[in-house]
């Protein structure tokens, strides 16, 4: 698939604003600032999503449609645990999360993004843990590579996968660095399997 046809379809406050759940589409999420919005520019070799030096403002659910293939889509949700976002908020995010990991017939795969210097913080786990009780197969993605030395960039992918195979369900782990390309390659081939079947 050429993730670079990506384009922007709309921007939805909440699920229920989301495009007809039809066809297939792969989801995006992670904290605030964990660079999600460079990944996914990464793979679409555009500046479609919003880096923001303001974590946690972006609370709308963005959608982009592949033009290369019929009906698939992806899918960039807001970012989670930013310290200053009110609780009610927090909760409402929470639900809406939970809804869409449940209830969505489209949904054929999530991308986690976590900073590969503090991965599987308590939201991380949550969403995981969401994500395999709906039997969504996972993509973590450790980004920011490029910020540790080869073995220590080696350590923490071992940890993690270590981690993450005590959970029973479809779960892949890989660095990923938007700067220089790290991991793009196995990120495409992921989402090709979970669009192409
Ligand atoms: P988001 O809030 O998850 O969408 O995160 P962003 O993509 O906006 O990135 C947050 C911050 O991390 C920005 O300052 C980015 O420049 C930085 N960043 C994102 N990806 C990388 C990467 O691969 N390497 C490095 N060194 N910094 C990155």
Redesign the pocket.
């Known amino acids: 698939i050429k993730y670079n046809t990506a384009s922007f379809v709309t921007s939805a406050p909440d699920i229920t604003k989301l495009p007809a759940d039809t066809g297939i589409e792969v989801a995006f999420a ?10 996914l ?1 990464a793979l679409t070799d555009q500046k479609l ?1 919003r ?3 303001t ?1 946690g403002r972006t609370q709308l659910i963005n959608t982009f449609e592949l033009a290369d293939v019929d009906d698939m889509r992806l899918i960039d949700l807001p ?1 989670y645990g930013f310290a200053k976002v009110p609780i009610e908020m927090k909760k409402k995010w929470q639900k809406s999360l939970g809804e869409y990991l449940q209830k969505r017939q489209s949904l054929k795969g999530i991308v986690i ?1 976590m900073d590969i210097r503090h991965p599987l913080k308590d939201l991380d786990r949550d969403l995981i843990n969401w994500a395999i009780g709906s039997e969504i197969p996972v993509l973590a993605l450790l ?5 540790l030395k080869q073995g220590a960039r080696k350590a923490q992918v071992l940890q993690v996968r270590r981690e993450l195979s005590t959970l029973d369900g479809d779960i892949t782990v890989h660095a ?5 390309g790290t991991g793009l390659p196995e990120v495409a081939k992921k989402l090709d399997e979970w669009f192409l079947g």
């Open positions: 992670g904290r605030s600032n964990a660079g999600k919005s460079s990944a520019n999503a880096t923001s030096k974590p970012g993004l980004t920011k590579a490029d910020k990923f660095s938007s700067l220089k």
